[in-house]
């Protein structure tokens, strides 16, 4: 018997996809929105549709008891209003029917200085991308508070995972695989949060079950893997079974890029995310998720690159 029913919007997306896979593993029964449906999980339904219209996400969710909002933007398209413009499109589209919405959060939201990072902790971002995230939590809250809907928020370190194209690993980490080196982003004593995509996915479907034991509107913060920079070169290396060059990752040419590429400008500007630490800490998720949750560190970097290499092996033999 099905747990219930779960829309995900975004489901080509990173993290959409990882809950269209987690949320059918657990026993819902899933369906997701998106374009086209580029990345399909055996199981579950697809809309075809543009997110944009209030329409077209009204009617993709009008069984749904759970709306997961897998929706991103591309980095350098946060500004002038648009992120704000996407959620109020899902909010107007859930209406007052009580449905539960799922969020993933980031830890965008806190400065360099918050060494600590539990739901508590005033929120006061660094940067303007900083600030977009607040004030589309600060729409949540709105709506959650004024009873029309329900909503969680999950709040994650950096994605990463089997799949993930264009994340940190390959962008920037890979950036010259071919000539044998990897990068780090950071000081390699400096620890850095990370959450490998499928462990998220699965926590997000953990706290839906439980959500009617929760208040209206809800602030998880999941740990992931907080590691340093050294231990991610070690656990690359010890995933493909082989030797690289580790070298620091040139900001300074990103920075350069960004003088006419805005996303990498928008990347060289969020660098401080690499060189503090920020730990997300959250006691009442871990029990819920319970001990043992997480895949062990070095297990899911190694996931991530084998696949990651494998893909870019493929790309190249087909470009040859």
């Not at 002038?80 to 449905?99: F, H, I």
């Not at 799949?163 to 780090?184: E, K, P, Q, S, V």
């Not at 079950?209 to 290396?237: L, S, T």
């Not at 690499?274 to 560190?297: C, H, I, K, Y």
């Amino acid at each position: 018997m099905s747990k219930g029913k779960v829309t995900v919007l975004g489901s080509n997306g990173h993290i959409g996809n990882a809950a269209m896979i987690a949320f059918r593993d657990a026993g819902w029964t899933v369906t997701g929105l998106g374009r086209a449906n580029r990345r399909p999980v055996a199981g579950t339904a697809f809309v075809a549709g543009d997110a944009d219209e209030v329409a077209v996400v009204r009617a993709a969710i009008a069984d749904a008891d759970i709306v997961f909002q897998g929706l991103h933007l591309p980095y350098d398209q946060w500004g002038n209003g648009r992120a704000e413009r996407q959620l109020q499109v899902v909010l107007d589209a859930m209406g007052s029917s009580g449905k539960t919405l799922l969020f993933p959060g980031t830890i965008y939201n806190y400065r360099a200085s918050d060494r600590a990072i539990a739901p508590g902790l005033r929120q006061s971002a660094e940067k303007p991308r900083g600030d977009i995230r607040i004030r589309l939590e600060q729409m949540l809250q709105a709506a959650a508070e004024s009873g029309n809907i329900r909503v969680i928020i999950l709040r994650a370190g950096d994605f990463y995972g089997p799949g993930n194209r264009d994340d940190w690993y390959d962008a920037a980490m890979f950036m010259n695989f071919a000539r044998g080196t990897i990068h780090h982003m950071g000081d390699l004593q400096t620890r850095h949060s990370w959450a490998y995509l499928p462990d998220l996915a699965r926590a997000f479907a953990v706290v839906a079950e439980q959500r009617d034991g929760f208040g209206r509107f809800e602030n998880f913060h999941f740990a992931g893997h907080w590691v340093n920079h050294g231990q991610i070169m070690a656990a690359i290396q010890s995933g493909l079974g082989r030797r690289l060059k580790v070298a620091p990752l040139p900001w300074w040419m990103l920075r350069a890029m960004g003088l006419v590429n805005p996303v990498m400008r928008d990347i060289y500007r969020m660098r401080y995310l690499w060189l503090n630490e920020m730990e997300l800490v959250d006691p009442r998720l871990d029990a819920l998720l319970g001990p043992g949750f997480g895949t062990p560190f070095e297990a899911a970097v190694a996931a991530t690159v084998t696949e990651l290499v494998a893909a870019k092996h493929t790309a190249a033999r087909k470009a040859a």
